[in-house]
């Protein structure tokens, strides 16, 4: 079935960086593009950037650009978000999720979610 | 960027009873190819999201029928026929026409 484990959250220091990982199972990782979602404690859905299943494209929200770098490693299955400068506002859940661009064009599977804390 | 508003934000329920959840959009949702890309998801609590609609109305993977969606444009709506006690949590629309994606900022139903 399908998997997707994301890792590398955790409490770090306002300006310093952190770099999460989103491990893929159970389907052809290649073949889709995959999303970055984050949750802020209490808080609802927030989109946060988006990969092409190439790596052809990449999006990111007005908030994060220049400061987060969404990518992949196909031969590796797995999706990554490298978080620099960081905020105390970037605290959350980070969540990555596929997107099917074939029949749903929707973001049709999750993983559980790795949270990350900026605080001093 | 498209602005996402669901009403109401919360909606006590009896089980057994119908809920209803509205989200209107800034602008419409009609992609240049024909389809509309909006799509509803619940969060239990403790968990991550689940795809529950996509394209307005088709139901996910193992989604019960009591759940659906129906909508046009900027006027989207999810029902659930008779809320059952599995249900409780907050659900989310969200629109996958353009970047960013953006999400109604969530309907929490709850059992009165």
């Known amino acids: 079935q399908v998997q997707l484990v994301e890792s590398g959250g955790g409490v770090v220091q306002p300006g310093r960086s952190l770099r999460l990982s989103c491990a893929a199972s159970g389907f052809t990782f290649s073949n889709y593009g995959m999303h970055w979602v984050r949750q802020a404690p209490g808080k609802g859905l927030e989109w946060v950037a988006v990969i092409w299943y190439d790596a052809s494209n990449k999006y990111y929200v007005d908030s994060v650009k220049g400061r987060f770098t969404i990518s992949r490693d196909n031969s590796k299955n797995t999706l990554y978000l490298q978080m620099n400068s960081l905020r105390a506002e970037d605290t959350a859940v980070y969540y990555c999720a596929r997107y099917d661009g074939g029949t749903i064009f929707g973001l049709d599977q999750w993983g559980q979610g790795t949270l990350v804390t900026v605080s001093s | 960027d498209i602005v996402m508003t669901q009403t109401p934000l919360s909606s006590p329920v009896t089980l057994g009873q119908p809920a209803s959840i509205s989200c209107r959009s800034s602008q419409s949702l009609v992609h240049s190819d024909g389809n509309t890309y909006l799509s509803w998801l619940q969060q239990r609590p403790g968990q991550p999201p689940r795809l529950l609609i996509y394209k307005i109305s088709n139901r996910f993977s193992g989604v019960p029928d009591r759940f659906s969606g129906s909508g046009a444009g900027t006027d989207f709506t999810l029902k659930i026929s008779r809320v059952e006690a599995e249900d409780v949590g907050v659900y989310y629309c969200?629109?996958?026409?353009?970047?960013?994606?953006?999400f109604g900022g969530g309907t929490k139903v709850e059992i009165k």
């Open positions: 969200m629109q996958a026409k353009q970047f960013p994606f953006t």
